[in-house]
């Protein structure tokens, strides 16, 4: 039993989510009854996700701004902008990509009649009804916006509570982050009977979906990366930005990809910055900063995944809303940091701004796992090394 237990810590989540998704493929494969039987791994998974998401956004929403430091905004003003622009940015090119390429995906229990909102009004006027949702009731029937909304307000009415009531709520947040890790451990498990119901049911035309919709989200990280970035550097320090932005993909990309946590590859930021002879004062702020709310790839995934199910229940978007979406995919993706898989989670907030029932868009946020070998990779390198691009910048703006 030790030495099991020894083997499978040293044998990462992502080999075993790759090994989750071919015995997937193989057993529905060799038998679709085999392949049927075990789906029941993929519903208890996504059951897990589903209750644990709503909690686990109010309490890391609210101790983030509960705890946030007082003072030095004037400093951070100029790296802020540029985060909140880059994440903007992505989730603009992610709406003109899913336009461009539309993905449908193979979805159970679709069928159900979706309402279709008529237009930006009805969507503004659907998303003030969920934001003054009681706040019980949006825990309990996942009305994601509502939660935002509650746990955001909790937060800045906390602001300047003492220190004893933030550090309840911070170790609250840490105990619901070690839970969700846990689920998250068993995404092997849930993948493999999710993957193996998919084959088993649909054959192989589902995972091809997979495919097309993995093209579109890695496309548009690489289009943020060597080219919208760039422009956002150059526009603030008028010098050629490749340099600068060929390093931090190699020095802070490379390493964040591996890690697949942008919390973690902060200590490899910090010493990039110290390498490229950065502000200590600004970097010191900036870069830990920029691993809670710079998040251009969570946005990108946010408004994919949330799109491709619109394609797939044929749900009309006109241009006003497809721009509310950039502005909610943004917001959310800023709130997305601190756990693995975290954007995903976050999926059904947006999907709610189209009237997508939690049930649909939690089997996304399961498509997104299933992905998320190379999407949680390429999205973390975006996200940290973006940290660096954009500190450094600023930096050689000042200079």
Request: hydrophobic content about 55%.
């Amino acid at each position: 039993m030790t030495i099991t237990t020894k083997t499978t810590s040293r044998f990462g989540l992502v080999p075993q989510i790759i090994l989750g998704i071919f015995c997937g493929v193989a057993l529905a494969s060799w038998s679709a009854e085999a392949g049927q039987a075990v789906a029941i791994f993929g519903a208890l998974f996504v059951k897990a996700l589903k209750a644990v998401a709503p909690i686990l956004v109010f309490i890391l929403v609210a101790s983030s701004i509960a705890n946030r430091k007082i003072g030095g905004a004037d400093k951070m003003k100029p790296v802020l902008m540029l985060y909140l622009t880059g994440t903007f940015l992505a989730a603009l090119t992610a709406v003109a990509a899913s336009f461009l390429f539309p993905t449908t995906l193979v979805l159970a229990g679709t069928a159900e009649a979706v309402t279709p909102p008529e237009g930006i009004g009805q969507v503004i006027k659907t998303v003030l009804f969920q934001v003054v949702d009681n706040p019980i009731n949006a825990l309990l029937t996942g009305n994601f916006i509502g939660v935002l909304a509650w746990a955001i307000g909790l937060g800045l009415g906390l602001h300047h509570a003492n220190k004893t009531t933030k550090q309840v709520f911070a170790d609250v947040s840490h105990g619901i982050s070690m839970l969700v890790t846990f689920i998250i451990k068993l995404a092997p498990i849930g993948i493999f009977g999710l993957v193996a119901e998919t084959v088993a049911t649909t054959g192989f035309a589902g995972l091809a979906s997979y495919g097309q919709l993995l093209t579109v989200l890695v496309g548009c990280m690489l289009l943020i990366a060597l080219v919208v970035n760039p422009a956002l550097v150059y526009v603030t320090t008028r010098k050629n930005p490749y340099p600068l932005v060929f390093t931090c993909l190699r020095e802070s990309g490379i390493p964040a990809f591996f890690t697949r946590s942008s919390a973690a590859n902060i200590p490899v930021n910090m010493q990039l910055a110290e390498k490229l002879k950065l502000d200590e004062d600004t970097y010191s702020v900036s870069i830990p900063l920029g691993a809670t709310i710079n998040m251009a790839g969570a946005a990108i995934t946010i408004t994919v995944l949330t799109l491709a199910t619109v394609h797939t229940l044929g749900i009309p978007v006109d241009f006003a809303t497809a721009m509310l979406l950039s502005v909610v995919a943004s917001i959310c993706a800023c709130g997305a940091s601190g756990v693995a898989g975290g954007s995903l989670l976050l999926i059904p907030l947006a999907c709610g701004l189209f009237g997508i029932s939690s049930d649909v868009a939690m089997q996304v946020v399961a498509i997104g796992f299933i992905i998320g070998v190379i999407q949680d990779s390429c999205e973390t390198a975006l996200n940290s090394s973006t940290d660096v691009v954009f500190t450094a910048a600023v930096c050689q703006a000042k200079a």
